[in-house]
T-cell receptor
């Protein structure tokens, strides 16, 4: 039973446009969400996070939106750049203790020039 | 180095052999995690060490898998009697703060 779902395995976007990556979760105990980015042959790297007390967190070109009632979050990249081409993983945990992160299957983003 | 270090980066083994994968976390990080990524799958949690507490082994897929962390630092993941379905990239991560994991580059295991 997947608790974190990324239903789009891939996404293609033109350079300069907005990339929107979506993530849904089922566990209502999750209250801390992260996005990781992974290039081939490298480990995932932390990108941005959001806790449940907020509905938006912005860091440069990257913004994460959280809709708790819908159990949905999204990552917006504006403007998209070819160097953003990578696999993006959504992850969630609860802050009640040192719980582990539960990851989605990832979405491969391809930004074409 | 400053990051999480894993070895070997690639390992090819025959079915039935044992393998050991090593992880050297970031100095001072109290938490250490093992995940694996099989082809077409997300990151699957395997085991988690936090300080001197008993490890959370809830993600280990079978009793052929075990891990230890010596002296609160280096960790070794051992897979006994490897099977073809064990083929995956095994990722180690460490953290100081809740939630923000720093990953190594992974060990790619291929079981023939």
């Amino acid at each position: 039973d997947q608790q974190v779902k990324q239903n789009s395995p891939s996404l293609s976007v033109q350079e300069g446009r907005i990339s929107i990556l979506n993530c849904d979760y089922t566990n209502s105990m999750f209250d801390y969400f992260l996005w990781y980015k992974k290039y081939p042959a490298e480990g995932p790297t932390f990108l941005i996070s959001i806790s449940s007390i907020k509905d938006k967190n912005e860091d440069g070109r990257f913004t994460v939106f959280l809709n708790k009632s819908a159990k949905h979050l999204s990552l917006h990249i504006v403007p998209s750049q070819p160097g953003d081409s990578a696999v993006y993983f959504c992850a969630a945990s609860d802050l009640s203790g040192y719980s582990t992160l539960t990851f989605g299957k990832g979405t491969m983003l391809l930004v074409s020039p | 180095g400053a990051g999480v270090s894993q070895s070997p980066s690639n390992k090819v083994t025959e079915k039935g052999k044992d393998v050991e994968l090593r992880c050297d976390p970031i100095s001072g990080h109290t938490a250490l995690y093992w995940y694996r990524q099989s082809l077409g799958q997300g990151l699957e949690f395997l085991i988690y060490f936090q300080g001197n507490s008993a490890p959370d082994k809830s993600g280990l897929p079978s009793d052929r898998f075990s891990a230890e962390r010596t002296g609160g630092s280096v960790s070794t993941l051992t897979i006994q009697r490897t099977q073809q379905e064990d083929s995956a990239v095994y990722l180690c991560a460490s953290s100081l703060l809740q939630g923000e994991l720093f990953f190594g580059e992974g060990s790619r295991l291929t079981v023939l």
